[in-house]
């Protein structure tokens, strides 16, 4: 058990940062956010982000420019510095859809972020994602620290609201696992419909290559206070 139980229903302690979890089972609301999204996101949109975990992708790379200053040496005055392959994905904003069935789910991250922190959040950023069943694509580990330190605030979180976990092919036993990186080892979760996770925006997480039946889909969101 990665999960360590608190006095409070609905959060938990891993290792020992405290981190919300919740599944809403057989949920019609998920259901129908699943089909909204398919409905009004075009080809880029749903695989904005993505990649080929410790593969090259071609096709990232052939678009790639550098965004930022890139110097040989320097000092920073703080540890909050981003890590990943991509500083900055464009978000498709699909938790400010007018839709009833997204409201409905921007109410639950909202309602549990308030748990976990204690103070009313705003949901700043999202991103609905689709990843195709026989592409293999997830994300390499990364976090959601700023690239400009000035923008960090004190109470950041990032999450995921699944719409569906894409049925993973059994024979790949990592398909489409969600993992935090802490102290060395890897915290591993397999998603499920209806699942809405909420951590720390620092912590360092993954997703491992998906194989599945159907389209994986998550809306993952950054959240502050």
């Known amino acids: 058990m990665i999960f360590h139980p608190t006095n409070k229903e609905n959060i938990f302690n891993l290792a020992p940062i405290p981190v919300y979890k919740r599944i809403y089972e057989d949920d019609i609301v998920t259901n129908k956010a699943y089909d ?8 880029e949109q749903r695989r904005m ?14 678009t790639y420019e550098v965004n930022y200053d ?36 921007k109410r639950r991250i909202l309602a549990g972020f308030k748990e976990l922190v204690g103070e009313e959040g705003t949901v700043t950023e999202s991103w609905l994602q689709y990843y195709e069943p026989t592409e293999g694509r997830g994300h390499n580990a990364h976090n959601h620290n700023r690239w ?29 696992v969600f993992a935090f990186h802490i102290r060395g080892e890897k915290h591993f979760i397999r998603p499920k419909e209806g699942m809405l996770l909420i951590w720390p925006h620092d912590i360092i997480h993954s997703v491992e290559p998906f194989y599945g039946k159907k ?5 993952n969101f950054n959240i502050q206070a």
Do not use: C, T
């Open 215 to 219: 389209q994986r889909a998550v809306i």
């Open 36 to 43: 909204f999204g398919l409905r009004i996101l075009d080809a």
């Open 148 to 176: 400009q330190y000035e923008e960090e605030k004190p109470k950041m979180y990032s999450g995921g609201y699944y719409l569906s976990d894409g049925e993973p092919h059994p024979d790949h036993p990592y398909s489409g």
């Open 70 to 105: 890139r110097r040989e040496e320097w000092i920073e005055n703080h540890e909050l510095q981003p890590i990943g392959s991509r500083f900055y994905v464009k978000p498709n904003d699909f938790l400010d859809v007018e839709n009833s069935d997204i409201d409905v789910i």
């Open 49 to 62: 982000g993505q990649e080929l975990v410790d593969r090259f992708d071609s096709e990232r790379y052939s």
